[in-house]
Nanobody, 125 residues
Framework: QVQLVESGGGLVQPGGSLRLSCAASGRTFSSYAMGWFRQAPGKEREFVAAIGQSSGLTYYAASAKGRFTISRDNAKNTVSLQMNSLKPGDTAVYYC??????????????????WGQGTQVPVSS
């Protein structure tokens, strides 16, 4: 099990940028594929981006492709989500999540057993 803590959320204007970070506990962070998900009010949690253990494999939701970039620093036990050209439709609570060790990243919420508490990202003028 890994403990995850997100940071970097906050109010941003449409067209703006924000960088979310997720700090993970433990010495085996490099064995976990990681994902970012989001949940807007009244909607189900949805996939945003995922990254494999060595950063060589990344997946993006169609809504995120070209605007968001997921990255990780295994030496610092962190995974980040750089979000550019933000839209009001990106407003949500953003969560980072970890798969079980030595498994591939996926897009399914149910494949991730460990979750952070979430960080809010309101996009509004």
């Amino acid at each position: 099990q890994v403990q995850l803590v997100e940071s970097g959320g906050g109010l941003v204007q449409p067209g703006g940028s924000l960088r979310l970070s997720c700090a993970a506990s433990g010495r085996t962070f490099s064995s976990y594929a990681m994902g970012w998900f989001r949940q807007a009010p009244g909607k189900e949690r949805e996939f945003v981006a995922a990254i494999g253990q060595s950063s060589g494999l990344t997946y993006y939701a169609a809504s995120a492709k070209g605007r968001f970039t997921i990255s990780r620093d295994n030496a610092k036990n962190t995974v980040s989500l750089q979000m550019n050209s933000l839209k009001p439709g990106d407003t949500a609570v953003y969560y980072c999540a970890a798969r079980t060790p030595y498994t591939l990243p996926t897009t399914r919420v149910t494949d991730y057993p460990d979750w952070g508490q979430g960080t809010q990202v309101p996009v509004s003028s």
